[in-house]
């Protein structure tokens, strides 16, 4: 075989590890499945809305959107953040700029919410977000903002042991993980999926911690990827917008 036969063999051989290494990575990160956004807590607030300075209910992303739109505030990403009773209020913990509006619910129950062990995602005042099970949260340290919801997707890495591979349970759902380096994982099905499912997904984009949020009602405001649900009846919402923003 001459020099150039080799060198020929060997850029190929380069090309196609540097093809299937970028179509592996692809697979990893992209999954039609779902929409989702990944907000940097360096350059991004994260911040929870359920009522305006009227005490009036958002109730849905397009009431927000108005909203935030009329206070200077341009949202990237929206979602809805949590569970609600009948009135909209929090089942569970609600803080909202470092004020306590929504005890933490720490009984048990029937419905997801109950599911053990359910946890609470919050948002430090410096602006890092974490999740935690709800038997912790007293550890979280102060929070400028916290929903609790329940059950949690991850714990440590590892899938909730309550979910099952091959079950029926088929729903929208979406959820909300931490990303190694602090970087929060927002997830919306587009599709009816299993919790176990739901669960790998955040699982194989790297989260350690990842928390389920709702189901079936669930609604996500994201431009980037030309999907924008402003409709529906939701409780808590969830906004991230650029920290240049007022």
């Known amino acids: 075989m001459s020099k150039k036969e080799i060198i020929f063999i060997a850029i190929a051989l380069f090309w196609l590890a540097a093809g299937f290494y970028l179509f592996k990575k692809t697979r990893t990160t992209a999954d039609d499945r779902f ?3 990944t907000a940097d807590t360096r350059t991004e607030q994260i911040r929870l809305y359920w009522k305006d300075e009227q005490g009036k209910d958002f109730r849905n992303i397009g009431n927000l959107l108005t909203w935030t739109g ?9 979602m809805n953040g949590g569970m609600y009773q009948p009135d909209f209020s929090p089942v569970g913990l609600l803080i909202a700029e470092s004020v306590l509006l929504h005890p933490a619910d720490t009984g048990n129950g029937k419905g997801n919410f109950y599911k053990k062990p359910n946890g609470v995602f919050f948002v430090r005042p410096d602006g890092s977000a974490g999740i935690c099970i ?7 340290g102060k929070m400028a903002y916290a929903t ?3 059950p949690m997707l991850l714990q440590d890495g590892q899938i909730n042991p309550s979910f099952k591979q091959d ?3 088929l729903l ?3 959820g909300v993980g931490i990303l190694p380096g602090g970087k929060v994982l927002f997830v919306l099905s587009k599709k009816a999926i299993s919790f176990y499912d739901f669960a790998a997904y955040f699982k194989t984009m790297g989260c350690k911690d990842a928390l389920y949020l ?4 669930s609604r996500a405001y994201q431009p980037a990827q030309q999907w ?4 529906g009846d939701l409780g808590v919402i969830i906004g991230v917008y650029p920290k240049t923003n007022p």
């Open 35 to 37: 929409i989702s956004y």
């Open 228 to 231: 924008e649900q402003k409709d």
């Open 148 to 150: 609790q919801s329940g």
């Open 70 to 78: 009329q206070h200077q505030v341009t949202l990237s990403f929206a």
């Open 172 to 174: 929208v759902r979406n």
């Open 214 to 217: 709702d189901g079936q009602i």
């Open 167 to 169: 079950s029926a349970n």
């Open 134 to 140: 709800t038997q912790d949260i007293s550890r979280a």
